[in-house]
């Protein structure tokens, strides 16, 4: 038994090195070669700026941009260090509402979402996925139905004509891969920079 | 449901049995030492190791020495863990400023990657540097695998061998299943995952402004080279704190298909291991049927309860189902199959949060847990537990019909059988009992996040989850205090390694057995009968242990929620 120290701790340290160290810097080396972009975060740049990532959600209030889905992340509290406040969006600390299918505060929280949106839009059916939190709290996208939702709101803000900007969500709509894999959606960041392209024309 | 949903499962399952074959054959050569075609390159690097650290790789091991062996590797991993943790304020590579991770979380988390759980008590980007995530996660990540495969091997050369005192040498598989399995197809996987947009950097996090210019700091990371290890390893421990949910640690429908694919690939591949050495490739195939059978209705049950949704749902006019917690590229199908995969084997990555799951959707990740974690399973751990199975189902066959059981050539007699109990009883007593614990002590409870039948559920699946070694969690619960820190690093540590001696006390009395050739009397085990009996025994013994417990947690949720009560 004795003699299997030795290769326990030399064998330890030998892997340890292979694969905590070597293999994850080569990679990095290597992925930032081939694919400098994806590798960084794939930041999006606006006049020189970083606006954000094209893969990261990102928080929308105001009435002229299409708004993501509502995210459940939280950041410790400015006042307080030791408690946690809602920050949605907060690309620094991913995670989702874990409220269950019998929740009290699940239901209110659909319920008066669900009654905004009616009150926003009263001709169309609320898409699930626009009262309902991600399970990261960064989705980047919502389901074409969700986009289309938003057009009348965005139309009055922006005074821009509504088949316009049906036109704009339909070229913004990533369909299945191959017509078979995923879901199609439309990521909001990708689409309030061509909205914002476009009005500025 | 929909049809290309279905669509979408049976390609997934699909292509599970076209890559079991070949990847079978593959690693059968590797754990029998012989070349593949990476020797070229590879075998002068393993000659160098083996000479660094003085193994013999012609001699081989007794069954205790071998587990020795493992119990040693796994101490000098712990301290590796528990020291960078300890320690990640003073060392390199922590460009977020993170500060020395408490003493029971390191305890925890340690324990947690030592026995491939990967329990999440760890919030990734808000707690640990970059040198921990790769010194500390993904080297352990390699290694608890390496390690799982193994042990896989050792009880499979119990099985295949005759009249033989030794089960291998512990160094050379481990060695070799890191080098030649799975560092190769991580460094293609890790590329792969980078052109889906997965970040691989050292840079510290990205400060954004956002378009209506508010501030985000958008953490990132060397994701990548991590995720690849933690899927193929079923390993499961996320990068973020969201896990595969989070956009960079799952970036697109592409990259969550392949991500399923890894969790499932080597276990798979590994009944074929085990069907090759034992001369007929088709006892495999019925272990991999038995599986087949058990995923296939789970993933049925999951997908057609988060496809309705829920009540309260229904009630405001939400169709679409239950979107709650998931993600919009994946959608209902992909998080439900996911949920399925990731627990049946003891990954427990999620791209979908299961606290939010229906009733009846998170009930059957928590049944794939109870049952041990064998349909594919972790890589290794999977077999190894199913074959403990297989020896119970021989066994109640055999009395049945009066006749000494035998599987594979092997008598299976009394010291056999009461190691696979041993291994099966000890599993329920630290879910059930811990849970049980966790109900009444005061500071557990007030760390549930949901009221009701839910609050219980998040607790029995926190410490099913880590006896099982899975790591997946109803994310709800308050983990990261004492009592969950200490209580689930006990339930880990002998979900894992209470399971393990076991199978290695069978692999070592079975190694020293004649090999009988079958006759007229053995009862075949390669047929539908066999598959149908291990499924029955399987669903009997897990159905006895642990129904009364999902009776108070997820059923009565249900029945609770068509009955319109919310907590």
Not at chain 1, 18 to 31: D, K, Q, S, V
Not at chain 2, 446 to 452: H, K, R, T
Request: aromatic fraction near 8%; hydrophobic fraction near 50%.
């Amino acid at each position: 038994m004795l003699r299997e120290i030795r290769p326990a701790i030399v064998l330890l340290l030998v892997l340890t090195a292979i694969t905590g160290l070597a293999y994850p810097l080569a990679m990095t080396a290597i992925a930032g070669a081939i694919f400098p972009a994806q590798a960084q975060g794939s930041l999006i740049e606006r006049g020189g700026k970083v606006v954000g990532s094209a893969l990261i959600g990102q928080e929308f209030k105001d009435d002229k941009y299409f708004h993501g889905r509502p995210s459940a992340t939280l950041a410790p509290d400015p006042n307080d260090s030791t408690k946690m406040v809602p920050a949605p969006y907060n690309a620094a600390n991913s995670g989702g509402s874990n409220l269950g299918p019998t929740s009290k505060a699940l239901a209110d929280r659909l319920k008066e979402d669900v009654d905004k949106l009616k009150a926003e839009n009263p001709n169309a059916v609320v898409p699930v996925d626009l009262v309902t939190t991600s399970a990261s709290g960064l989705d980047p996208d919502i389901s074409p139905e969700a986009a289309q939702f938003q057009v009348p709101r965005v139309a009055k803000a922006r005074n821009m004509p509504e088949h316009t900007l049906k036109q704009l969500v339909a070229s913004a709509t990533q369909g299945r891969l191959l017509g078979l894999l995923g879901e199609p959606r439309v990521n909001v960041l990708a689409l309030n920079l061509a909205l914002d392209r476009v009005a500025a024309k | 449901m929909t049809v290309i949903g279905w669509f979408q499962i049976i390609l997934f399952c699909a292509i599970i049995i076209a890559l079991t074959r070949p990847l079978g054959w593959y690693m059968t050569r590797v754990f029998n030492g012989e070349r593949t075609f990476l020797s070229p390159v590879l075998r002068p690097i393993e000659a160098g190791i083996y000479w660094l650290s003085g193994v013999d790789e012609k001699r081989e091991q007794h069954w205790l020495t071998y587990t020795v062996a493992m119990l040693l590797f796994h101490v000098g991993g712990f301290l590796v863990i528990y020291g960078v943790m300890r320690l990640q304020a003073i060392l390199p590579f922590n460009p977020a400023g993170q500060s020395a991770a408490a003493e029971d979380l390191s305890f925890n988390t340690a324990i947690s990657f030592i026995t491939n759980t990967n329990w999440q008590n760890y919030g990734g980007e808000s707690t640990l540097s970059y040198l921990v995530q790769m010194l500390g996660l993904t080297h352990q990540n390699f290694l608890s695998a390496a390690t799982g495969i193994a042990l896989a091997v050792a009880l499979i050369r119990g099985f295949s061998r005759a009249s033989m005192r030794t089960v291998g040498n512990f160094w050379v598989d481990v060695t070799r299943c890191t080098l030649y399995v799975l560092l190769p197809i991580c460094v293609v996987y890790c590329l792969f995952l980078v052109s889906q947009g997965m970040p691989q950097t050292l840079g510290g996090y990205v400060e954004a402004t956002t378009l209506e210019g508010a501030k985000q700091t958008i953490a990132v990371g060397p994701v990548a080279s991590q995720v690849a290890i933690k899927m193929l390893g079923t390993n499961g421990g996320g990068f973020f704190n969201a896990n595969a949910a989070h956009p960079f640690e799952n970036p697109t429908a592409l990259s969550n298909f392949v991500q399923m694919l890894s969790i499932f690939t080597l276990g798979a591949a590994l009944t074929n291991v085990f069907g090759r050495m034992v001369g007929n490739q088709r006892q495999g195939w019925a272990i991999l049927s038995v599986m087949g059978v058990l995923f296939v209705a789970g993933v049925a049950v999951t997908y057609w309860a988060e496809a309705s949704g829920t009540s309260t749902m229904h009630t405001l006019g939400l169709t679409g189902g239950n979107m709650e917690g998931k993600e919009v590229r994946f959608g209902i199908v992909a998080s439900s199959l996911f949920a399925v995969i990731t627990t049946a084997a003891s990954c427990g990555a999620v791209n979908a949060m299961h606290d939010s799951f229906t009733a009846l959707g998170g009930m059957i990740p928590l049944i794939n847990m109870q049952l041990g974690e064998i349909i594919i399973g972790g890589v290794g751990a999977g077999l190894y537990g199913m074959l403990l199975f297989v020896v119970l189902a021989i066994f109640v066959a055999g009395l049945m019909v009066g006749r000494t059981p035998e599987y594979v050539g092997k008598k299976i007699e009394a010291r056999e059988v009461k190691m696979a109990m041993l291994a099966i009883l000890v599993l329920p007593l630290m879910y059930l009992g811990w849970t049980a614990v966790g109900v009444v002590y005061p500071t557990a409870v007030a760390s549930m996040a949901n009221a009701g039948p839910h609050g219980f559920s998040e607790v029995l699946y926190a410490f099913t989850s880590q006896t099982a070694n899975n790591g997946s969690a109803f994310a709800g619960l308050t983990g990261n205090i004492p009592f969950y820190n200490l209580t689930g690093a006990s339930a880990m540590f002998v979900g894992r390694f209470f399971m393990i001696i076991p199978a290695m006390a069978i692999a070592g009395s079975l190694a020293a057995k004649k090999s009988i050739p079958p006759s007229a009397g053995t009862f075949p085990t390669t047929g539908g009968l066999f598959v149908g009996l291990v499924v029955g025994v399987i669903l009997i013994i897990g159905g006895l242990t642990f129904f009364p417990a999902l009776a108070l947690g997820p059923i009565v949720e249900h029945l609770a929620m068509n009955a319109g009560q919310i907590f």
